[in-house]
C-alpha cells in the first residue's frame, strides 16, 4: 500500500509561531489596510465638508455709502477692503492695487475728505460715509485743476500711481500742507513713484494750491 497522501489530505504549512486556528498575518493586514483606507477617506470627507460649510458661512454685511456723488448699497464679505468694493463690485478701476499692504499709495481715495489707503479700510466700517475716487474729480469733459496741472507739468511716466498721486494732492490742498515744497513733500511721503516724478508732482500741487 502506498505511504504517500494526496493533495487534499495535507495541510498547508504555517509559518513559525503562527496558529492554524488564528486569523492568518496576510488577512490581519488586510483588515488593517482596509479600515486605514475608511479612515482617511472618512477624514477627507469631512475635512471637505467642515471647508465648504466654512465658505458658506462666511460673514457678509449690506452696506451704503456714497461714491463720487452716487449712493450705492452693495452686500460684501466682511473682509472686503474698499479698495476691492470699488474695484470688484462698482467696477471703479482708477484706483490701484499696488502692494496692497499700505505702502505706496497707489489705491488712496478720500473718505469723509480724509486721505484713506483703501487697500487698508474696510468697507463694512464705512456706512453712509462719502467716498470720492479719481472718476470722481472731474466735470465731465472738464478736468479738476490738480488733474490738469498733472498734465500742464508733465507730472507722470508709467501713469499707475498717477490716480493715487492725484488723489493724495487733493487732500494735501484740502488740508492746507502746500505752504512751501518741503511741506508738500512731507504730506506726499506716503505715495511712491518708482518711475521718479517726485518734482513734478510737487510742482503740480504747489501750483494748483496757489491758485485755490
Known amino acids: 500500500m502506498s505511504s504517500e497522501l494526496s493533495d ?19 488577512t490581519v493586514i488586510a ?5 486605514g483606507g475608511v479612515m482617511v477617506a472618512g477624514g477627507t470627507f469631512l475635512a ?3 471647508e465648504a460649510a466654512a465658505t458658506v458661512a462666511a460673514p457678509s454685511s449690506r452696506v451704503s455709502l456714497t461714491v ?10 466682511n473682509r472686503t477692503s474698499l479698495l476691492d468694493l470699488l474695484r470688484e463690485h462698482l467696477e ?22 480724509q486721505r484713506v489707503n483703501s487697500c487698508l479700510t474696510l468697507a463694512v466700517r464705512l456706512e453712509g460715509a ?16 490738480l488733474q490738469q496741472a498733472f498734465v500742464d507739468e508733465d507730472a507722470f511716466q508709467c501713469g499707475y500711481c498717477t490716480p493715487g498721486q ?17 511741506e508738500i513733500r512731507e504730506y506726499m511721503s506716503g505715495n511712491v513713484c518708482r518711475c521718479g516724478c517726485y ?5 503740480a500741487v504747489e501750483q494748483t494750491a496757489a491758485r485755490k
Open 92 to 113: 471703479l478701476t482708477g484706483s490701484k492695487k499696488g502692494c496692497n499692504a499700505g505702502a505706496c499709495g497707489a489705491c488712496t481715495v478720500l473718505v469723509d475728505g
Open 166 to 182: 492725484i488723489m493724495s494732492g487733493v487732500g494735501c490742498i484740502q488740508e492746507g500742507h502746500t505752504s512751501s515744497p518741503e
Open 48 to 50: 471637505g465638508a467642515e
Open 8 to 26: 487534499s489530505a495535507v495541510s498547508p504549512p504555517t509559518g513559525a509561531g503562527e496558529s492554524t486556528s488564528g486569523p492568518s498575518r496576510r
Open 31 to 35: 483588515t488593517g489596510v482596509a479600515v
Open 199 to 203: 518734482v513734478k508732482i510737487v510742482r
Open 68 to 77: 463720487n456723488g452716487t449712493r450705492r448699497t452693495v452686500t460684501v464679505d
Open 130 to 145: 462719502e467716498v470720492t475716487t479719481i472718476e470722481g474729480l472731474a466735470k465731465g469733459d472738464k478736468l479738476h485743476p
